[in-house]
């Protein structure tokens, strides 16, 4: 049973490009949480998401940034005209039902943006 | 105040001794508590879920004091394996993890 699957792993991007990054979730987890850890801090929550759904976007920009995860195919964050402040360590996880009730949840190895 | 607060550290200890670690929480309505493990520039890992009644794995005890809010992670028996960053993990109501910003700790010969 794979793990999380982030892709890629590392991502170059010039200013104002947009950057995709993917995830796939364990299988039979349909709860996929995106995260952002800039260097020397701590993880900090962005968007939480069930297939079709985004159920709490609270600590997402308002601008740029957008996440989706579709019916069929991987989760995807999507950061629009990037700027070197986006440049950071992106984490996604899953888990098979919703973390408040005590389901654990699993983190992928991360991409990493980095914004020239 | 934030939600999650973790002493930053770094806990410096020898091998072998036993150390401890705090989280404390703001939100009363909190559901879920989780203890993290990351390795510089890694992802985490889950280390252990924390009930009501207190955990144990192997060298790792972790308990939850609702009344106090806070969680704790107790490590014995040190090993140099186990450096690393120690994040909790609270979900307050609804499904939203928020980590604490991790505590690190350099176990030393």
């Known amino acids: 049973n794979a793990g999380v699957m982030q892709n890629p792993r590392h991502l170059v991007r010039r200013r104002g490009q947009e950057a995709r990054l993917r995830c796939s979730p364990m299988k039979g987890h349909s709860h996929v949480y995106w995260y952002r850890q800039l260097p020397e801090e701590g993880l900090k929550f962005m968007v939480y998401l069930q297939k079709e759904n985004i159920i709490d976007e609270s600590g997402m920009p308002k601008e740029r940034f957008s996440a989706e995860f579709p019916k069929e195919g991987p989760s995807i964050l999507r950061i629009q005209q990037v700027v070197r402040g986006d440049s950071a360590a992106y984490f996604c996880?899953?888990?098979?039902?919703?973390?408040?009730?005590?389901?654990?949840?699993?983190f992928g190895q991360g991409t990493r943006l980095t914004v020239v | 105040r934030k939600e999650v607060e973790q002493d930053p550290g770094p806990f410096n200890v020898p091998e072998g001794a036993t150390v401890a670690f705090n989280c404390t929480y703001s939100?009363?309505?909190?559901?879920?508590f989780f203890w993290y493990r990351q390795d510089c520039r890694k992802e985490p890992k889950l280390l252990m879920s924390?009930?009501?009644s207190g955990n144990e794995d192997g060298r790792f005890t972790a308990q939850l004091n609702r009344a106090s809010q806070y969680i704790s992670l107790l490590i014995r028996d040190s090993k140099l394996s186990d450096s690393a960053t120690y994040l909790c993990?609270?979900?307050?109501?609804?499904?939203?993890?928020?980590f604490g910003t991790g505590t690190q700790l350099k176990v030393e010969l």
């Open positions: 939100n009363s309505a909190s559901q879920s």
């Open positions: 996880a899953s888990s098979i039902t919703g973390t408040g009730g005590n389901a654990e949840a699993f």
């Open positions: 924390v009930y009501s």
């Open positions: 993990a609270i979900t307050g109501g609804g499904n939203k993890l928020t």
